[in-house]
T-cell receptor, first 113, second 114 residues
Framework: GENVEQHPSTLSVQEGDSAVIKCTYSDSASNYFPWYKQELGKGPQLIID?????GEKKDQRIAVTLNKTAKHFSLHITETQPEDSAVYFCAARRNSGYSTLTFGKGTMLLVSP | DTAVSQTPKYLVTQMGNDKSIKCEQNLGHDTMYWYKQDSKKFLKIMFS???????INETVPNRFSPKSPDKAHLNLHINSLELGDSAVYFCASSQGPTANYGYTFGSGTRLTVV
């Protein structure tokens, strides 16, 4: 089955800095890669996703890049703000049959004012 | 106007008891899921239902029995609760079992077995 590795497990930045979280996946048939943000006491919330037919996607301060050859994808957050502090999860899914999202182990991002 | 709602939010119970968690979605999605999040925040799929039919059943003890009375509801019943069952259980839904769209998660049920 799919295996998703996520790094780092914790990331501390100063407000205004950029943050980068990296994930690798094992199944070359995976073609959908979403990112989720989980705030304390809440469920994960989809913040951005990318499909394997594109290499980069941007939405305001967040962007995701995908390298299919190397089987890795990254989340980039620019101009970080304290409210960006949360646990971020990457995930991957293969487009065949009934498969579900496989999640990375999460990155706790702390943005200090 | 909650999209995916779970009840209860907190559940504290003794070992050996039986308990149920309920989930409802008003998004019109066809597919629903149960995920377990352990103390290290790892999210692991347990079950998936599509239009009331079980389509994915990961290696979960048979003390866990999901039920979907209709495509908007997915419940989870747990028999003979054990200490290791303590976790946060998330319900989620998506447009379909093969569509590449994100999942919408509920806010979770924190189960504590004492």
């Amino acid at each position: 089955g799919e295996n998703v590795e996520q790094h780092p497990s914790t990331l501390s930045v100063q407000e205004g800095d950029s943050a980068v979280i990296k994930c690798t996946y094992s199944d070359s048939a995976s073609n959908y890669f979403p990112w989720y943000k989980q705030e304390l006491g809440k469920g994960p919330q989809l913040i951005i996703d990318i499909r394997s037919n594109v290499g980069e996607k941007k939405d305001q301060r967040i962007a995701v890049t995908l390298n299919k050859t190397a089987k890795h994808f990254s989340l980039h957050i620019t101009e970080t703000q304290p409210e960006d502090s949360a646990v971020y999860f990457c995930a991957a899914r293969r487009n065949s049959g009934y498969s579900t999202l496989t999640f990375g182990k999460g990155t706790m991002l702390l943005v200090s004012p | 106007d909650t999209a995916v709602s779970q009840t209860p939010k907190y559940l504290v119970t003794q070992m050996g008891n039986d308990k149920s968690i309920k989930c409802e979605q008003n998004l019109g999605h066809d597919t629903m899921y149960w995920y377990k999040q352990d103390s290290k925040k790892f999210l692991k799929i347990m079950f998936s239902y599509n239009n009331k039919e079980l389509i994915i059943n990961e290696t979960v003890p048979n003390r866990f029995s999901p039920k979907s009375p209709d495509k908007a509801h997915l419940n989870l019943h747990i028999n003979s609760l054990e200490l290791g069952d303590s976790a946060v259980y998330f319900c989620a839904s998506s447009q379909g079992p093969t569509a590449n769209y994100g999942y919408t998660f509920g806010s979770g049920t924190r189960l504590t077995v004492v």
